[in-house]
């Protein structure tokens, strides 16, 4: 690696834009994987562990330890996106035969080791509901000054998409994602505004049509079927495109010039079943209309809010091809 490539560990629950981010943060030369941990989400904990193999096989990342942790919510059962992703969660696609196999430790202990182990300190990508992450700070508190970072893709600062209020990754485990952005820990969200905002569009997608090289021909049969199931804010970018997703948040740790980004108290809502998973982001300024100020409020997180599309869709084409 690069002498000055960032470390990072990712935690994942490997759908289509997950496996679009791992070959991204592997192959670029930004970034030093040093761990990634799975959580159960898009689908369920022991098919995550296969995708996530898989991927990191093809992109040549045979020497990343890979560690299955938790596999549903803190308090909820879980319920994944494979309406979304296939029914294995990577469009249905079989990734080439390896050798691989996990780490024999629980997630939690994996992201703590390798904290604890690492002579700087570590950003941690999260692309996931946040129950891995969580536990590990409830557990051991001890590796909060050996996070950098922890950027997390999830929550919206307008509607959501697992519901009109909540994110699906927050929606998933909602006192997870509490415990993060309560924890004092430096925290970038990375939410669905700009999630939608990083797109290949239609002449891109099919530039990997006989695609001959594994990788490229595996990016364009996931971006193929991401452009077919994209919701409608992304069809406001690219009409017959495809977002990479999770892709664009590694694309905010490796390239963090292509995000706008505003420091403001983010909550998670816990009781209220119609907002229950919402991230409440409170982007006002100074005395709100109780006369309480919030710029000092517990959560104070850093917030993307706008995203240079065409810049880290560039990034990426760049390194996984």
Known sequence: MP?????VILDVDTGIDDALALLLAVRHPALDVRAVTCVGGNVPLAQVVENTLGVLALAGGEDIPVAAGMSAPLIEPARDASYVHGENGVADLRFPAHTMSPVPVHA??????????????????????????AVLLRMHPEVTNKIERILFMGGAVGAGNATAAAEFNIWHDPEA??????????TTMYGLEPFYRVCCDAETIASFDGATDPVGATVGALLRHLAQVTEDEARIVHPSGAAIGDAGAVCAVIDPAGVTVRRAPVSVALHDVQTRGQTVVDLRSGLGAGGEV???????????????GDRYARLFLDAVC
């Open 3 to 7: 002498a000055n490539s960032i470390p």
């Open 108 to 133: 939690v202990e994996l992201l703590r080791r390798t904290l604890m182990d690492a002579d700087e300190p570590l950003t941690i990508i999260a692309l996931a509901p946040l129950t891995n992450i």
């Open 177 to 186: 994602a509490d415990i993060v952005v309560r924890s004092g820990v430096p």
């Open 294 to 308: 919030t710029k000092d409020a517990q959560g104070n997180i850093d917030v993307v809010l706008e995203v240079d």
